[in-house]
């Protein structure tokens, strides 16, 4: 179990914290937790405001996941929380023939999934994945578990942690200090469970979890 960055390179992006904390409301919180059109393609305060495929987002980093991991054209790869497939899509661009597999609670957004990804994604909740045991050789997950609530996420850690045969490395809403708490807090639209680094990598040895883990901190 280690803490590292493999989305280094993914492009950095400039939040409007302030903002985003003043549009914020309960009932555009209880939209965006749908997961539906309006979160992926709808208003901007409801989630992404257009959620579409760039190659600058995600090449660079499925590049660093094959370096850390040695992965190869005969790995399996189990993507939990892979919404339209972006990510999937450059990891087959990269290993031609690789088995890669998604699934995502949004029914709205494996619709919508790129058209070569469609056939390898299914709507499914990270709580309860529906794979064998020691099924996959990397296990991924970005800002996917957050969304459960705390009993719930940890069965969605053990859940990765089952159907990995390798590897899992996941992200997850955290703060190291009360500015970045105030910092994640007014940013947080759909995250039902978010706690400190500390309170994180205590929680991963209560349930088991050993695989790898990054934060997202605004």
Known sequence: MAEVNLLKNYPSVKRNISQRAINKTESIRAVARKFGKEYFDGERKYGYGGFNYHP????????????????????????????????????????????????????????????????????????????????????ISINTIHNLALDECKQALREIQRVKKKHSFITVDAYRNSEEKKRLEAWNLTALTYMSVPEWVKLFHEVGYTGDYWWFIP
Not at 72 to 80: M, N, P, Y
Not at 84 to 91: L, R
Request: proline share 2%.
């Open 56 to 139: 600058r987002f995600w090449q660079g980093v499925a590049q660093d996941f094959q370096e850390y991991y040695h992965l190869t054209a005969k790995s399996s790869i189990l993507d939990v929380g892979c919404a339209k497939g972006f990510m999937m899509h450059d990891f087959a661009g990269l290993f031609p023939g690789i088995q890669i597999t998604g699934i995502d609670i949004s029914e709205y957004a494996v619709r919508h999934a790129l058209e070569d990804m469609k056939s390898r994604i299914r709507v499914g909740n990270a709580k309860k994945l529906p794979y064998q045991d020691k099924s996959f050789d990397l296990v």
